[in-house]
């Protein structure tokens, strides 16, 4: 059984409304427009770790799906049908990965927390660009050819994403030093939560 500590409980409300807000917060580079979601959703899973981190962005997209407007194009159910709800679904899977990757035994470094990032930007990117296809071509009749998919919501994606990889890794390493990390050790039959000290 999960004890959460009053500490706990704020940090992952606190990134649910992180990542909301993310969503909203606009960002043009050329022709392309990138939003903070991404970065929140990293920074959920680094400093939370891997079930926390999953837990509030898990929390943010059932939030979306009954109805609350925190998705970047509204909410509610029918939402699953729309042809970017695999990137949601990616964002929880990908904070799992780096929370639990970038406690594996490894020093907190930035180029290991940025290794980590990236392995989280794959598996948002694949799990996306494969709900996308499937949405369109077979969900709401709005197709798009495989290569075009990939080039312009993968290749031309990937230089910002890229950026809010590195900086995801900067601020959690800084974070890691002061202290804030949360640090999940297994004890017996409960899961015992602790701020990592610096």
Not at 103 to 113: A, D, E, K, S, Y
Not at 143 to 148: G, V, Y
Not at 168 to 186: F, H, N, T
Request: glycine fraction near 12%; hydrophobic fraction near 55%; include cysteine.
């Amino acid at each position: 059984m999960k004890k959460l500590k009053l500490k706990e409980m704020t940090l992952c409300a606190l990134f649910i409304a992180l990542v909301a807000v993310g969503a909203f917060i606009k960002i043009p580079v050329g022709t392309d427009i990138f939003t903070l979601q991404f970065l929140f959703t990293l920074l959920a899973g680094l400093l939370l770790g891997g079930k926390l981190g999953a837990t509030a962005v898990g929390v943010y997209t059932l939030l979306g799906l009954i109805g609350a407007p925190v998705f970047a194009e509204g909410g509610g159910p029918a939402y699953v049908l729309q042809p970017t709800f695999g990137y949601l679904v990616g964002f929880i899977l990908q904070a799992w990965f780096t929370g639990v990757m970038a406690r594996r035994g490894q020093h907190i470094t930035l180029p290991n927390m940025l290794a980590v990032n990236l392995g989280g930007m794959v598996i948002v990117y694949t799990f996306g660009l494969i709900y996308f296809y499937i949405s369109s071509n077979y969900i709401i009749h709005a197709p798009i050819a495989i290569w075009p998919l990939i080039l312009y919501s993968g290749i031309l994606q990937i230089p910002g994403d890229f950026c809010l990889c590195c900086l995801a890794a900067l601020l959690s390493v800084r974070c890691y030093k002061a202290g804030i990390w949360l640090d999940i050790k297994k004890n017996d039959d409960s899961i015992k939560i602790e701020v990592k000290e610096a």
